[in-house]
């Protein structure tokens, strides 16, 4: 079970003065059940990218494959993979649109010609799975607060039951706890139901704590693929194109200029927090 | 130094309506809230999704009006109907999506927007149009289409195109939530460039602890009221309290935090890398 996208190019608006290829030759393979951060900065093909994974944009050259069978085959059951690889857009509670939050969420399977009460235990299902309380079904989804309507939103995804779940910035604008609600929910979507993961972000420090793999995009090409503490490694380059690296990472590169015996390939504040004690001869 | 923005008892109130219009209730925004702010200051206001931030962020230029209480900016009372402009022209507003607040289909004339509707005559209006373009760094890009811009460079335009109203104090909610690591420092650099240079007053609205820690003052607000008051280390020294408040605090911040709780000798209240580096080596 994967997703594999073999030497995909996209040219944008062919033959027009605004002909520009948005992504260069990618190779990328993404393993069912795997945690994927893709990082890059405005303009750099992210969301380009995660729009050929379910097929809602067609690459001009190269081929997508899922579960190994190339999805632009002719024949090829598209709805079904839109279903099996949801996508939750950027700021996706400006796409709620119904009467109520159940029926906003029932869309989709609705879509997928379930009938009514199958959708209805989905749409359930998937609020549950999103962190929304039962309460909310019968709200209108415009009297939610950002974090409820973007948990909304991604439970409208959810209830299609998708295998994969890629977000575009689902922490874009939330409260510091708002993000963190959020990506916990995900994380344990990512853990206790074997969802694979991918998930686009500005926020190094997000990508740090919750990928296995990074995926860094750079003028429409994979610049790097690989751990976190491979692709933070590279904090100069990464900076360059208008990254960073989590800010521990940095304190430890101090550190270590300054003579402490401290590993550098350090990306979350608890590691940063066990090196230090180790360095100094307190540890645990 | 004289009083930018000072508010007495303020409050807003929000008339919730039924389908047919008919008052239900009322919902308290904005609930006593005191606050007086100096000429030349930076302040920063912190809050969750829904505290009030926003909201008090309109009552500095009067897209609203108190329900109770009064505000002043610059002296001028804004409820006064005929003090309306001279209020808008001290407190220019950035808000956080760059794509609804330019107008303009060349960068110049987005930025003379401002001084043609002030009524500046049109030699003046290019003067200031070059000056606001050389203080945010875009001045190369004065005949460039809005649209082709990074979202960084974006929001320098929109705030070239307050400035270009000279205003005393800039008001700027969430002006960074939507931009990439990059977009961010540009922002705030040229932020931080207006003060120093301009002496502009500047109030910055932030989900980034980040951005905040070179406040003079930093406000923390919590269902419409001021809950901290303090400068930067005073506030981030209560990280306990900010997370009640669903904020946060700068990782290494937290890193610290985590490092006094395991017998480090670390002071509460570390603000930035440097400051965290100089004492662990001095403790190796």
Same mark, same amino acid.
């Given at each position: 079970m994967s997703i594999k996208l073999e030497h995909v190019n996209y040219l944008y608006s062919p033959g027009t003065a605004y002909e520009r290829m948005? $992504?260069?030759?990618?190779?990328?393979?993404?393993?069912?059940?795997?945690?994927?951060?893709?990082?890059?900065? /405005?303009?750099?093909?992210?969301?380009?990218?995660?729009?050929?994974?379910?097929?809602?944009?067609?690459? /001009?050259?190269?081929?997508?494959?899922y579960n190994g069978e190339n999805i632009y085959r002719e024949g090829y059951p598209m709805r079904e993979l839109r279903s099996?690889?949801?996508?939750?857009?950027?700021?996706?509670?400006?796409?709620?649109?119904?009467? /109520?939050v159940l029926k906003d969420v029932c869309f989709g399977p609705k879509n997928q010609g379930l009938p009514q009460e199958e959708c209805e235990k989905r749409a359930r299902e998937a609020l549950k799975l999103a962190g929304l309380k039962e309460k909310y079904e019968q709200y209108s989804p415009f009297d939610l607060s950002g974090g409820q309507k973007r948990r909304a939103a991604i439970a409208g995804v959810l209830a299609m039951r998708p295998r994969v779940l890629v977000l575009d910035e689902p922490t874009a604008g939330l409260d510091p706890k708002g993000r963190d609600e959020i990506l916990d929910q995900i994380s344990y979507l990512h853990r206790e139901g074997? $969802?694979?993961?991918?998930?686009?972000s500005h926020s190094m420090e997000d990508v740090a704590r919750y990928a296995d793999r990074i995926v860094v995009m750079n003028g429409g090409e994979i610049l790097y693929n690989g751990t976190p503490k491979e692709v933070f490694a590279?904090?100069?380059?990464?900076?360059?194109?208008?990254?960073?690296?989590?800010?521990? /990472?940095?304190?430890m590169h101090d550190l270590q200029e300054k003579g402490m015996k401290v590993r550098t390939d350090v990306t979350t504040v608890e590691e940063a927090a066990d090196e230090i004690m180790a360095a100094l001869g307190r540890g645990k | 130094m004289e009083s930018m923005v000072h508010t007495e008892n303020l409050v807003f109130e929000y008339e919730k309506q039924d389908e047919e219009n008919h008052v239900i209730g009322r919902s308290r925004a904005i609930?006593?809230?005191?606050?007086?702010?100096?000429?030349?200051?930076?302040?920063?206001?912190?809050?969750? !999704?829904?505290?009030?931030?926003?909201?008090?962020?309109k009552h500095l230029n009067a897209i609203l009006l108190p329900t109770q209480g009064t505000v002043w900016v610059n002296g001028q009372n804004t409820r006064q109907p005929e003090k309306l402009w001279n209020v808008r022209q001290s407190a220019?507003?950035?808000?956080?999506?760059?794509? !609804?607040?330019?107008?303009?289909?060349?960068?110049?004339?987005?930025?003379?927007?401002?001084?043609?509707?002030?009524?500046?005559?049109?030699?003046?209006?290019?003067?200031?149009?070059?000056?606001?373009?050389?203080?945010?760094?875009?001045?190369? +890009? *004065? +005949?460039?289409?809005? !649209?082709?811009?990074?979202?960084?460079?974006?929001?320098?335009?929109?705030?070239?195109?307050?400035?270009?109203? *000279?205003?005393?104090?800039?008001?700027l909610d969430e002006p960074t939530a939507m931009l990439d690591p990059v977009g961010r420092r540009e922002v705030l650099r040229t932020v931080e460039e207006l003060r120093r240079q301009e002496k502009v007053t500047v109030i910055l609205i932030t989900h980034y602890m980040e951005e905040v820690?070179?406040?003079?003052?930093?406000?923390?607000?919590?269902?419409?009221?001021?809950?901290?008051?303090?400068?930067?280390?005073?506030?981030?020294?209560?990280?306990?309290?900010?997370? *009640? +408040?669903r904020l946060d605090v700068p990782q290494v911040t937290i890193l610290a935090d985590k490092l006094r709780k395991r017998g480090l000798p670390i002071p509460a209240g570390i603000l930035k890398k440097e400051e965290l580096v100089e004492l662990l080596c001095r403790l190796n």
């Open positions: 948005a $992504l260069k030759d990618i190779c990328l393979e993404i393993q069912q059940g795997e945690f994927v951060g893709i990082i890059g900065h /405005t303009g750099s093909g992210k969301s380009t990218l995660i729009q050929h994974l379910n097929g809602l944009i067609r690459a /001009t050259g190269g081929n997508v494959y099996q690889v949801g996508l939750v857009f950027q700021y996706p509670e400006y796409q709620l649109f119904e009467e /109520t074997g $969802l694979t993961v991918i998930l686009v590279h904090y100069r380059e990464l900076e360059k194109i208008g990254l960073a690296a989590p800010q521990v /990472t940095y304190i | 609930d006593e809230v005191n606050i007086d702010i100096r000429e030349g200051q930076f302040v920063a206001i912190l809050g969750h !999704n829904g505290s009030g931030k926003s909201t008090l962020a220019g507003m950035v808000f956080q999506n760059p794509d !609804n607040q330019i107008i303009g289909t060349v960068v110049e004339e987005d930025v003379g927007f401002g001084p043609e509707n002030l009524g500046v005559e049109t030699d003046r209006i290019w003067e200031r149009v070059e000056e606001s373009l050389r203080a945010v760094g875009m001045i190369e +890009y *004065r +005949y460039h289409s809005p !649209n082709k811009l990074s979202g960084g460079q974006k929001q320098r335009v929109a705030i070239a195109g307050v400035i270009a109203m *000279r205003p005393k104090c800039i008001v820690i070179d406040a003079d003052r930093v406000f923390v607000m919590d269902h419409g009221r001021v809950v901290m008051e303090g400068t930067p280390r005073e506030i981030f020294s209560q990280v306990e309290l900010l997370k *009640r +408040y």
